[in-house]
């Protein structure tokens, strides 16, 4: 199996990989592709209710992992597994923009305490080990150029995207003060099969989905004439999986991206795929205009001039393939 140019089986064959949030829908998706590719695979989560944790995501290959259900912050659980392991996906936390402005304490112990506790776990029992840790776009606030860089200055305008930069900031520093091997991926929305789909509280793509396949109108808010970009989860394991095993990744901060639509494209598109459907335009909700990032598209040549990194999937054939999954397992994730 290849990621872009790179032959991963030799890097990753009889690998201990710890991946924490394990049971969400990017470390589940990254889980089951390390254990295609030979890696010994432990899962740390503690399923929060408030996050895309569902173990239905470790269906059909949950006997090849070991799952630990703990918080990260828990040393007595995590030190132990730590010690021995080649490489940690650091993906635990909160991306709920919304939900940060409700709950903000719970969102900084979650996305910035918590990771501090777990890099000093990193360097006082296993400084070699490698990171590769997750953030958003969400860290670049309202921007004015378009796509955005690494070089945007950071400017949250919610707490979630204050927690994740300076969750971000600890990793680096990490890698500049210890030494220590870290990378960090600054994403954009991932979509695809095990995403959460019961509510907007995470990602309106996922919704839109659930909305669309009971046969329900698809909301859009604004004009429609807002500008997104998708990346497929099968594109973002790729990128964490090399960003982890390319010596260029280590102590960088990554952008990823695509092509960017309209929330009115997407709807249609959506509609167009699925065979039938509706949407209508709505204002925005007054408790959503404040956290609005308004138009959004990444830049992701650094990425690519470094790692060799491209999102390969086709946002049709990533869409089409998610509208199946959940018309055949979309019970498993309304609840």
């Known amino acids: 199996m290849k990621i872009a140019s790179v032959d991963a089986i030799e890097y990753y064959v009889d690998k201990k990989v710890i991946i924490t949030g394990g049971a969400g829908f990017i470390g589940s998706s990254l889980a089951q592709r390390l254990v295609d590719l030979g890696a010994q695979v432990a899962l740390v989560d503690i399923l929060d209710p408030d996050t895309g944790a569902n173990l239905f995501n470790l269906n059909g290959f949950k006997d090849k992992i070991q799952l630990t259900l703990t918080d990260i912050t828990d040393e007595r659980v995590m030190v132990p597994m730590i010690r021995d392991r080649d490489y940690l996906f650091n993906l635990a936390g909160l991306s709920s923009h919304l939900g940060s402005t409700q709950n903000p304490f719970k969102d900084l112990e979650g996305n910035t305490t918590a990771q501090l506790k777990l890099l000093e776990m990193c360097r006082v029992n296993n400084p070699a080990i490698r990171i590769v840790f997750a953030s958003t ?18 400017a949250p305008i919610d707490h979630n995207g204050v927690s994740k930069l300076a969750a971000g900031y600890y990793h680096l520093l990490y890698h500049k ?9 600054r994403m954009t929305n991932v979509y695809g099969p095990r995403m959460r789909v019961k509510d907007e509280h995470q990602n309106f793509l996922g919704w839109w989905i659930r909305l669309l396949l009971e046969g329900k109108e698809l ?6 004439r807002r500008i997104r970009d998708f990346n497929y989860i099968d594109d973002v394991v790729d990128a964490l999986l090399l960003a982890m095993i390319n010596p260029a990744a280590n102590g960088q901060i990554y952008n990823l991206g695509a092509e960017p639509v309209t929330l009115l494209e997407m709807a249609k598109l959506l509609i167009r ?13 007054k408790n959503r205009s404040k956290i609005d990032i308004g138009d959004y598209a990444g830049d992701y040549a650094k990425i690519k001039r470094q790692l060799g990194w491209n999102p390969g999937v086709r946002l049709e054939d990533g869409i089409s393939r998610t509208l199946e999954y959940y018309r055949q397992f979309g019970k498993q994730y309304y609840g």
């Open 137 to 154: 776009r969400q860290i670049y606030g309202v921007v004015d150029k378009i796509p955005v860089n690494e070089n945007q200055p950071p």
């Open 177 to 185: 003060l210890y030494g220590m091997w870290t990378a960090t991926l």
């Open 219 to 224: 909301p859009v808010y604004g004009d429609g």
């Open 273 to 285: 795929l699925n065979g039938s459907g509706s949407y209508r335009l709505f204002p925005l909700p």
